[in-house]
């Protein structure tokens, strides 16, 4: 799973990827004109990293070819790309450009005025006032987004745990919900015992 996410992005971007591919019948193609399919792509901007790393990572649909030559074109099956782009600790350091630059736009970690600057000493980049707006409106979001998941993970564990205890009460399992309690390793053997991995 992704930091506080209950879910991998690769996994739910290659969820997006398939409805937007669906949604193209009676739009794009119809009836069985699937040479009309146009490839889709997902891309996922994480501000932050449990690892603490900033990372570029692409998927995509490749051939494999495991017995004779069959001649098919590399566009005929790669119609789905999802691009996760996740924003490390000092990513405003980063020698890579594009983490760079998408680290002074989403950050709050550096004052407005400061971002402004180094956006447009190092891309060129005017800031107006509606920009400005929208970058402090996505830094706060960002923020708030990552509050929100952190307590309902929070939530969710506690949840977890209680029902745990529940069931090692109802089964007179008292030393193993002592043991649960405060060792961590035990209490995921516990969680996988009761399928609650």
């Given amino acids: ?22 949604a193209q019948y009676g739009t794009v193609f119809t009836h069985q004109e699937y040479q009309k399919l146009q490839k889709v792509y997902s891309i996922w901007i994480c501000p932050e990293s449990a690892s ?3 990372s570029i990572t ?11 030559n069959l001649p098919t074109e590399e566009e005929d099956y790669d119609k789905l790309q999802v691009i996760v782009i996740t924003l490390g600790q000092e990513a ?8 760079r630059f998408l680290s002074l736009l989403l950050t709050s970690a550096l004052p ?4 402004k600057q180094q ?13 400005e707006e929208e970058m402090s409106t996505v830094c706060n979001l960002g923020e708030s987004i990552a509050r929100k998941s952190r307590a309902e993970g929070r939530a969710e564990g506690e949840n977890k745990l209680g029902t745990l205890m529940t069931k090692l009460r109802e089964m007179n399992r008292t030393e193993d919900a002592f043991r ?7 209490r995921n053997r516990l969680y996988r015992e009761f399928k609650m991995a």
């Fill in 180 to 186: 649960a309690a405060n060792d961590p390793e035990y």
């Fill in 52 to 54: 603490g790393q900033h």
């Fill in 112 to 115: 407005l005025e400061s971002r």
């Fill in 1 to 22: 799973m992704d930091d506080d996410l209950q879910y991998r992005v690769v996994t739910r971007g290659i969820y997006y990827c398939a409805r937007m591919l669906s």
């Fill in 92 to 99: 405003a350091k980063s020698e890579n450009p594009l983490i």
């Fill in 58 to 68: 692409e998927y995509r649909m490749e051939q494999l070819q495991k017995l004779g």
């Fill in 119 to 131: 956006l447009e000493d190092e891309y060129q980049v005017q800031i107006n006032e509606s920009m």
